[in-house]
């Protein structure tokens, strides 16, 4: 539960995302230690003019929570207010990580329905930003909200839900900061299940040949595909009754330390350093990791450590397109002359109502390209770019994109929806920076 403390303003310091691409000077540093408190960094912040931004663990490719204003950490704003049973929800502080939310919902026997596959986000950056995992049925973590706390540019604290406020609710679930700073969030919950995880690798071709028979069969579907070769990393997880089976510590430790921590670091240095190796390295850890089955509570099977740095951009197109559009990004990497050390995850979500989801009416699926760190990404990402869009892609709005307002409002048919409430709660832009200005217009 959240406990009483006392927040800290400080002279601003310099802030880097979790990346390190994107860097930027705010004028001050608020840590507020209730609404109140943050209420008043707000309205301090209009009288002095100045711009307001929230940032939670810096975890977006993007400068959507950057500013050169007040940035608001909400690190003090933590813990569980209440969980109702009764209504399955549980009510959290905007700070809370979603690591300490899925430890302590599992402790009282709950658990979300679906979650993405790191857990270091705060819940309000990762559902600002549309954090999603993979699913057939289940949506994005933000698709699961049922209510919201939000103070406004005029000081307002407004709460939203389908019934209170519904049109900020509609919206605000993904918000991308441009209409408040988020205080609290409702989720929906369910009693705590197992899911038993199988992972196996599988060829390229038979991976999309049988995707929509694996798609359909699957609760929870994912691949990855290692480019410069044909091979892929398949995962499904599914709803079992049980018993626990956990992954042991020697394995854990074997497969997600030591080879999909570890020995990728190196081996995504040593491609770094001299690029030609890249496609035999590529071989080979394409087949590193093998076949393995578990059963375990959700939040351990659905995530999983990243410990390599990398920068990474993800487009959701409509599932229908995923088969042609993987094949034309295979087909521009095996003519270039990239060399590309990072897998391509793709996974998928259903359709849901909010507003600027990029699942938003419409059934989804996402194409995830990264590079290691320090290693030149915009031939690449510029390159699978023009694929994505040429499909209607829809960038994640926490990852590398070039797309503008203008690009929005074609491919989302409530983007005026969502311009036209900022412009009532936020006319002045104390929300603003130039993130926001480039994909939501003035």
Partial sequence: MSTA??????????????????????????????VEELTEAVRRAAEDGLKVKAVGTGHSFTAAAATDGVLIRPQLLTGIRGIDRENGTVTVEAGTPLKRLNMALAREGLSL????????????GATSTGTHGTGRDSASISAQIKGLELVTASGELLTCSEKENPEVFAAARLGIGALGIVTALTFAVEPLFLLTARE??????????DFDELHAENEHFEFYWFPHTGNCNTKRNNRSAGPEAPVSRVSGFVEDE??????????????????????????????????????????????????VRFVEMEYAVPRAALVDTLRE???????????????????????????????????????????????????????????FTAHEGRPHWGKVHTRDAEYFASVYPRFGEFTALRDRLDPDRRFGNAYLRRVLGD
């Fill in 5 to 34: 403390q006392t927040g800290s303003t400080k002279s601003g310091e310099a802030w880097r995302n979790w990346a390190g691409n994107v860097v930027s000077r705010p004028v001050r540093e608020v840590t507020p230690a209730s």
């Fill in 113 to 124: 329905t679906n979650m993405g596959d790191i857990m270091e986000q705060t819940v309000s």
């Fill in 200 to 209: 196996e690798p599988m060829a390229f071709d038979r991976v999309l040949a």
């Fill in 258 to 307: 030591l080879l999909s921590n570890g020995l990728f670091q190196v081996v995504n240095s040593i491609g770094r350093a001299v690029p030609a190796t890249i496609p035999a390295i590529a071989k080979i850890s394409s087949k590193a990791l093998s076949a393995r089955t578990y059963t375990d509570i959700p939040y351990k099977v659905f995530t999983s450590p990243r410990r």
């Fill in 329 to 387: 990004l295979k087909s521009m990497v095996d003519r270039s002359n990239l060399r590309i050390s990072f897998p391509v995850e793709v996974r998928t979500a259903p359709a849901d109502d909010i507003t600027l989801s990029t699942a938003s009416g419409r059934d989804s699926a996402y194409i995830a390209v990264h590079m290691y760190k320090g290693t030149p990404y915009q031939r690449y990402f510029t390159a699978a770019e023009q694929i």
